[in-house]
């Protein structure tokens, strides 16, 4: 157990670790920030922070050495330097986690060897790689980059065989995914203590605007309540077989044949926002809590039910008329520049 008045490290610089930060001084920890941007909306927060590039092992051993437990905020950090990190610190969630995740190759086979079920897909390494892919998967389908990509970069839809010849592939190693007919898109939020203790909170449902999370509704629709078991009896092994400890997150679709696994994420997720005033502990909260060895606190709902919309660009402008309702919970990120597609802070509203 690492008791409060230890330092935190949190490697990423973003609104996550931003908020992983708030919880932890609420809890009475000190957190420093390892990240490359100069400009780092979470160290704004963070009693300490360290910038440098994440293959920098010099800099993340000395940055480890302050820390009782290092986290990351940010599952695109290259897994192989973090061991300049581990030997001077236990790491939450492990490296292992992020290799599976970081690539979406590593991550389908990984849920398939547990029983789930991704969407058709296949590796793609050529022109005729992604013509046979479509040939054998059909269209539409989704081109993404097996790593790196985020809220809809790294991607592009395919809609018929003159789509892929036309398309000037990237270098980059890729994937194509061909589409699921869904009814609904879900996740599973799940804690999981260093002793196997296993939490869940309500699955929000999601609805994504130019494959950005636009809004997270909890309760979600009764088709997706009638396919959470399963989703989250496959997320609990994912978490058991990655001896995982922290905040861990899979999406789903809900469909006819019940649920597909869309992706898994190692880390506090966007579509956990609501929980900050919706549940009695906070995926943040519940996250330091798990890394810090403490016992996990409750994830039921604090009130009917909860929707938390995103803001995106220049929704932020919005501020004044979002506060002058009180029935917001208005949480702005302390990002400089608005840019298209940008997640500058959400807001939620609890159903009470």
């Known amino acids: 157990m690492i008791p409060p008045g230890e330092t935190i490290g949190i490697l990423g610089g973003g609104q996550l670790g931003r908020m992983i930060a708030l919880a932890a001084a609420n809890l009475g920890y000190r957190c420093h920030v390892y ?4 400009d780092s909306i979470a160290a704004d927060v963070c009693a300490a922070f360290t910038q440098g590039h994440y293959d920098d092992t010099e800099k993340l051993a000395a940055f480890a ?8 905020e940010f599952e695109n950090v290259a897994a192989a330097p973090l061991e300049a990190v581990t030997a001077h610190a236990p790491l939450h969630p492990p490296a292992r986690a992020l290799e599976v995740a970081q690539d979406r190759v590593n991550e389908k086979t990984f849920v398939e060897a547990l029983g789930g079920r991704p969407a058709p897909w296949a590796k793609v390494h050529s022109k005729a790689d992604l013509l046979d892919a479509v040939a054998r998967i059909g269209t539409p389908g989704i081109l993404k980059t097996r790593r790196d990509g985020y809220d809809g970069k790294g991607q592009w839809r395919i809609m018929s065989t003159a789509d892929a010849q036309a398309l000037d592939l990237p270098t980059k190693p890729l994937i194509y995914e061909g589409f699921v007919t869904f009814e609904a ?14 939490r869940f ?9 130019d494959g ?3 809004r997270s509704t909890v309760p979600a629709s009764p088709v997706i309540l009638s396919q959470v078991e399963e989703a989250r009896a496959l997320a609990r092994q994912v978490a058991d077989a990655l001896h995982y400890v922290g905040v861990l997150t899979l999406e789903f679709f809900a469909t006819a044949a019940g649920p597909v ?10 579509s956990g926002h609501w929980t900050i005033e919706g549940a009695l502990t906070s995926q943040f909260e519940n996250h330091v809590r798990a890394i810090c060895g403490l016992p996990l606190g409750s994830t039921a709902l604090a009130a009917q039910g909860a929707v938390m919309d995103n803001l995106i660009g220049d ?5 004044p008329a979002l506060l002058s309702d009180p029935a917001n919970h208005l949480h702005l ?15 939620t509203r609890l159903v009470l």
């Open 35 to 38: 990240a490359p941007e100069a």
């Open 333 to 347: 990120y302390g990002k400089a520049a608005v840019r298209p597609g940008r997640k500058m802070g959400h807001v």
């Open 201 to 209: 909170w309500d699955s929000a449902q999601n609805v994504h605007k």
């Open 261 to 270: 696994f869309n992706e898994m994420a190692p880390r506090v997720h966007n």
């Open 212 to 214: 950005i999370l636009d």
């Open 65 to 72: 050495e302050t820390c009782a437990v290092v986290t990351y």
């Open 315 to 319: 929704d932020a402008h919005d501020w």
């Open 185 to 198: 898109e879900f996740s599973v939020i799940l804690v999981r203590g260093a002793d196997g203790d296993v």
